[in-house]
């Protein structure tokens, strides 16, 4: 097994040692077909990162000491004028299969909120995708979860790396992981497992008052897209759902497309999550394919019987729960 070391203050000769994430895996070939270790030693890497080739374990000493930052944005100009848009913002492209992400910290610097837009630390696309111990920091659109929607809502929507490529929907695992955001933090149209996550809704933002003297919303935690023939959406399993956000004035979810699933397992809510759970997007018509679902959710934010989830979501009996077990919805991942 080939085994790479990457160390920012490199002071030898060993030909498997570099001093950024990206030369290590460039020294990869594209064609990868064995197992290839990168050890990142501590530090701070300012880089952006496109990682496309298989079977690497990219694994750093704590997710504390190997920091990944950069800050490209949404609002961004590019040199033609245009706007960079939010699949061109990532700081952390994983573009292959087979592919471990363990004891890193990924996250997408730019601020403030109001200036940035969307934001992406971690654009993950590919099957068989392992994210362990890992921490997820931005705002907006923190964790994309590709592929791309077959197709986007405006001209231009999906500039970026994969907006001609091939839908292909693959299997994402991640595994005590601390993800946060504010507004549609994890995206996409992955069949994705989180399992012991902590799923962070920040307040990154004062909004002004609604004229009703309701709090606002501040927040969705997920933004679906799962495609209609897809068998699972996302599943969050034993998650803890957390904030420094006002009392319910944030949702678990709203559907980026229509055939969104999301299904939380034993999962703990806290007083951030609004009453009724998930939100339409105000799209009524697809209140009719969407699929939200909650089993032995506790916390101030669970429902508790009170009845107070939107009408369209489900409250899983014992046997129904059992369809979302990790074995069921990842089938013959490869750890």
Not at 210 to 226: E, F, H, L, R, V
Not at 230 to 237: I, L, N
């Amino acid at each position: 097994m080939l085994k790479l070391t990457v160390m920012q203050n490199k002071n030898d000769t060993n030909p498997n040692t570099f001093s950024t994430i990206s030369e290590a895996i460039s020294h990869v070939p594209k064609d990868n077909s064995e197992p290839v270790t990168i050890v990142v030693t501590p530090g701070i890497y300012h880089e952006k990162i496109t990682l496309d080739r298989p079977y690497i374990h990219l694994i750093g000493s704590s997710a504390d000491e190997c920091i990944i930052t950069y800050g490209d944005y949404a609002r961004d100009l590019m040199p033609d004028g245009s706007k960079r848009g939010t699949f061109r913002s990532y700081t952390f492209l994983l573009d292959a299969d087979y592919v471990t992400l363990e004891n890193l910290t990924i996250r997408n610097s730019a601020s403030p909120r109001s200036k940035a837009g969307q934001a992406v630390a971690l654009y993950a696309d590919g099957d068989n995708l392992f994210i362990k111990s890992c921490r997820l920091e931005s705002y907006q659109d923190t964790l994309f979860t590709g592929p791309l929607p077959p197709a986007p809502m405006q001209i231009g929507g999906f500039t970026g790396p994969k907006e001609f490529a091939e839908r292909r929907v693959g299997r994402q695992y991640y595994k005590d992981c601390y993800i946060c955001g504010d507004v549609d933090f994890i995206f996409g149209s992955a069949i994705a497992y989180f399992e012991t996550c902590e799923i962070a809704s920040v307040f990154s933002e004062e909004l002004p008052e609604n004229p009703d003297g309701s709090t606002p919303i501040y927040g969705y935690a997920t933004a679906a897209s799962t495609p209609e023939d897809s068998p699972y959406g996302y599943v969050f399993d034993r998650c803890r759902f957390t904030s420094t956000c006002p009392r319910q004035s944030v949702y678990l979810g709203r559907p980026w497309r229509d055939y969104a699933q999301t299904v939380l397992l034993n999962c703990y809510l806290d007083e951030h999550i609004h009453p009724e759970g998930f939100h339409d997007w105000n799209k009524p018509d697809a209140r009719k394919t969407i699929f939200y679902a909650e089993y032995n959710s506790t916390g101030p934010g669970a429902d508790n019987g009170m009845g107070n989830r939107a009408d369209f979501v489900h409250i899983l009996s014992d046997e129904e729960a059992l369809r979302y077990t990790k074995d069921r919805v990842l089938g013959n991942f490869v750890i």
